[in-house]
C-alpha cells in the first residue's frame, strides 16, 4: 500500500486554481492574496512525510542565501525520487495554473521557471526584514506547521521604516502571495521556535535565473498553452 496517496497533478492544479481564485487580497501595507486550503490534503501529507531532516544550522545572519548548500529544493532529482515531488511540480508547471496566476496577480510568466522549496525552520532561525529580488516574478508562501506554538510563526510584514505592522495568521495550508516591490519588507523576527516551522516557498522566476540547480525544471520554461 503506498502512503500517503498521492494526488494526480490534474486534482492538485485544480485544487489550487479554485483556491487561488477564491482567494482574499490585503492592500495595507503592501498587496498580498491570501489563500486557505491552497493544497490537497493528501499532498500537504505526502510533503511533510517526506524523508528530508531539517538542517542543523546553528546561529545564522538572518538569511536564507547564507547556508545554501543546505536547504531543499524540489530538483529534477528530486522528482525522480519521490511521486509527491513529481506530482506537486507538475501541478505547478502547467499551462493552466500559470495562466490563472498571470491573470489573477496581473503578471506576464511566460518563459520563466518553476522554482519550489520546502523549508524545515528550528530554533535559532529567523530572517531579517527584506524585500524579495525582482527575479522573482512572484512569491508564495504556504504554511505547512502545526501545534500549540505556530500560531506564532507566521510571517512578519514590516511597513517602509521597517517596523513589523502585521504578522500573518499562519494556518495550516493557507498561504499568501505577493510582488516584489519597493515596500514589500517581510521576515521573521527572531522568537522560539518549538518543534519545526514547515512551509513551502514557490515562485516563478525570471529567465536569466542564475541558480539552476534550485529549478524544478531547468529545461521546461513556463508557458500558457
Sequence with gaps: MEYPPVP?????????????????IVEWP?????????????????????????????STDGTRGSYNDKRTFFT?????????????????????V?????RTLNIDVAGGYLRMEYMQDIDGMWLEPHRDI?????SMVIYLFT???AKDWGTDIYDSERRRVDR?????????????????????DQRPIIGVRRLMEINYVRSDWRSRDQLSFP????TLT
Design 168 to 188: 500573518a495568521q499562519p494556518d495550516f495550508n493557507s498561504g499568501a502571495i505577493f510582488i516584489a516591490g519597493a515596500n514589500t519588507w517581510h521576515g521573521f
Design 76 to 96: 529534477p532529482e528530486l522528482r525522480e525520487q519521490f511521486p509527491t515531488v513529481q506530482a506537486a511540480c507538475e501541478a505547478l508547471q502547467r499551462p493552466d
Design 98 to 102: 500559470a495562466g490563472v496566476l498571470a
Design 8 to 24: 494526480t497533478a490534474d486534482q492538485i492544479a485544480q485544487h489550487f486554481r479554485r483556491a487561488l481564485l477564491d482567494s482574499n
Design 134 to 138: 525582482p527575479e522573482k516574478l512572484f
Design 30 to 58: 503592501y498587496r498580498r492574496w491570501r489563500m486557505e486550503n491552497v493544497l490537497p490534503v493528501d499532498l500537504c501529507t505526502g510533503i511533510l512525510t517526506l524523508p528530508i531532516a531539517p538542517p542543523l544550522l546553528g
Design 147 to 149: 501545534g500549540p506554538e
Design 219 to 222: 529545461d521546461r520554461p513556463i
